[in-house]
């Protein structure tokens, strides 16, 4: 159990629509990053926040968005959801922000498009 | 961008042998990351090289970081059928200071 908590496990829905998934970080950790897994795509970096504030944006699309709440739990919000959006999305935590510092993830979304 | 290559893509093998991947790239890093992750759950960190020609085991697994900074290698040894999953590779701290992930390997245990 990597501590990173990550809901709803599996998600299910049609194109032109909107979700959200819900990440958790390990007690203590401050930086929340996102990942989309696809076959062909393997594992590609969203987005980071870290206490608060976007820290680092990778390939995300202009679709997709993230926050991260005082709490320090991350919200991903896909909107206008079409076909090739179906993946596995993960969220990984760490302590700081700095990139050397290893990520621990969570199990995953797993959103199928239809 | 920064892009690392890991082979092999696959390797099946029987129970007992050892198993030996890698990651090249042509950037070079700070830290090299090895990742496990299996059907149905998050990648789980194995071994984590902060310092080029560091080499450090986790049990049966052995990695180390390339001296040049654009490698790395994992190895495992007399591997079990629980060693089955994909493996990936993931290096930080070269110019655009995200963790960049390989494509993974695809290892299936025999018993």
């Known amino acids: 159990d990597s501590g990173v908590t990550q809901t709803p496990k599996h998600l299910i829905t049609a194109t032109g629509q909107r979700v959200t998934l819900r990440c958790s970080p390990r007690?203590?950790?401050?930086?929340v990053y996102w990942y989309q897994q696809s076959l062909d795509q393997g594992l590609q970096f969203l987005i980071q926040?870290?206490?608060?504030?976007?820290?680092a944006k990778g390939n995300i699309l202009e679709r997709f968005s993230a926050q991260q709440f005082p709490d320090l739990h991350s919200e991903l919000n896909l909107s206008s959801l079409e076909l090739g959006d179906s993946a596995l999305y993960f969220c990984?935590?760490?302590?700081?922000?700095?990139?050397?510092?290893?990520?621990?993830f969570g199990d995953g979304t797993r959103l199928s498009i239809l | 961008g920064q892009q690392l290559n890991q082979s092999p893509q696959s390797m099946f093998i029987q129970e007992g042998e050892d198993v030996s991947m890698n990651c090249t790239s042509s950037?070079?890093?700070?830290?090299w990351l090895w990742y496990k992750q299996d059907p149905g759950e998050g990648p789980v960190l194995l071994i984590a090289?902060?310092?080029?020609?560091e080499l450090t085991s986790n049990g049966r697994l052995t990695a180390q970081f390339g001296i040049t900074r654009k490698d790395s290698f994992l190895n495992i040894s007399a591997s079990i059928p629980s060693d089955v999953g994909i493996y990936f590779c993931?290096?930080?701290?070269?110019?655009?200071?995200?963790?960049?992930f390989g494509k993974g390997t695809l290892l299936t245990v025999n018993p």
């Open positions: 990984a935590s760490s302590v700081g922000a700095a990139d050397n510092q290893p990520q621990h």
């Open positions: 007690s203590g950790d401050l930086s």
């Open positions: 926040y870290y206490n608060g504030e976007e820290r």
């Open positions: 950037s070079i890093f700070n830290t």
């Open positions: 090289l902060y310092k080029a020609g």
């Open positions: 993931g290096a930080s701290g070269g110019s655009n200071y995200k963790l960049t």
